[in-house]
């Protein structure tokens, strides 16, 4: 069993005497769920708004993937799998049997997560709360993941530290640590002079198994706003199917900010998607961390990987 395992049954076993309930009913998908739109705390989504519309289960935008697009996708593909250099680094894993289907040749390359890494705040609010969640938590909470609010970001992260942004910081990485990701820091801004919101592809998706599987107290309510996202539709969600419910997050930024690897400063133009998706009952998890300055190019590396690794066929 590697250290990864052995960090997770620990923390698994570290959560035996919480609340039953708080882990029922993970997994949970909303093709087979037909109560997936109700909240552990009995909150309907469609309860919940968001800029002034109620929140809804997202699907795919169901652009038609062509000929062209899957050839431009094997070129992207291809530039993952032998640049060691590349800008785009993925993971795709098959969440049930929590195997790695696929993965980019550096996937353990750290990248900028931009928004991507609220879901990280997000999972560790939960934790630290043992899964409760206050409604002004909860509304922080959606549009967090939802309409990728910052305010709600920054909010969420302090209230982690009990009002200190600092302490936030410093218990979102005692959590993804927990969690076995070592390289992860989901948290923003700097704690002490360790640089925040620094993601890798392989840990991302790692983390989805952790949020579908329940290994942490909260993961339900977590995995069910993150179905309620409504960005990324240039992006991952554009050549996915109108039938298929997609979740995530995405995360974009254009500016200045630490090349996690290096230290250096660096300028970025970030297009991440982190999705979540069922196809024929199988649930899936997919990272896809990109410096490549191209919503389109990260909406075709998501189409070609959902039809390579799941076998759907349009």
């Not at 991440?272 to 998706?277: A, E, R, S, W």
């Amino acid at each position: 069993m590697n250290h990864l395992s052995l960090v997770r049954h620990g923390l698994v076993a570290t959560f035996l005497f919480t609340s039953l309930q708080t882990f029922a009913a993970m997994p949970t998908n909303p093709v087979t769920d037909a109560n997936f739109s109700t909240l552990p705390n009995g909150v309907k989504l469609q309860n919940i708004a968001v800029s002034g519309v109620r929140l809804s289960l997202t699907r795919g935008i169901g652009t038609k993937f062509t000929a062209a697009h899957q050839a431009s996708y094997e070129k992207i593909k291809a530039d993952t799998l032998t640049n060691p250099k590349s800008k785009v680094q993925w993971a795709i894993m098959d969440l049930d049997a929590h195997r790695v289907l696929g993965e980019s040749l550096n996937s353990n390359r750290k990248i900028f997560g931009a928004s991507s890494s609220k879901i990280f705040v997000g999972g560790a609010l939960m934790n630290k709360q043992n899964g409760a969640i206050s409604n002004s938590q909860l509304q922080l909470m959606a549009n967090m993941l939802v309409v990728s609010s910052n305010e709600a970001w920054v909010n969420l992260q302090s209230q982690v530290g009990d009002g200190n942004a600092n302490t936030g910081r410093s218990r979102i990485n005692d959590f993804t640590q927990g969690l076995g990701l070592e390289k992860t820091r989901g948290y923003q801004g700097y704690w002490g002079n360790i640089h925040g919101n620094e993601l890798t592809a392989a840990e991302t998706v790692e983390y989805l198994h952790s949020v579908y599987k329940g290994d942490f107290p909260g993961s339900e309510t977590l995995w069910k706003v993150m179905h309620a996202c409504r960005t990324g539709a240039s992006r991952g969600l554009k050549y996915l199917p109108r039938t298929t419910y997609v979740g995530g997050k995405t995360g974009t930024y254009d500016g200045s900010t630490v090349d996690p690897e290096t230290g250096a400063g660096i300028n970025v133009a970030i297009r991440n998607h982190v999705l979540i998706f069922n196809v024929d009952g199988r649930q899936y998890g997919l990272t896809i961390l990109s410096n490549s300055g191209s919503d389109e190019a990260t909406a075709i590396l998501a189409g070609g990987l959902f039809r390579e690794f799941t076998g759907y066929k349009d």
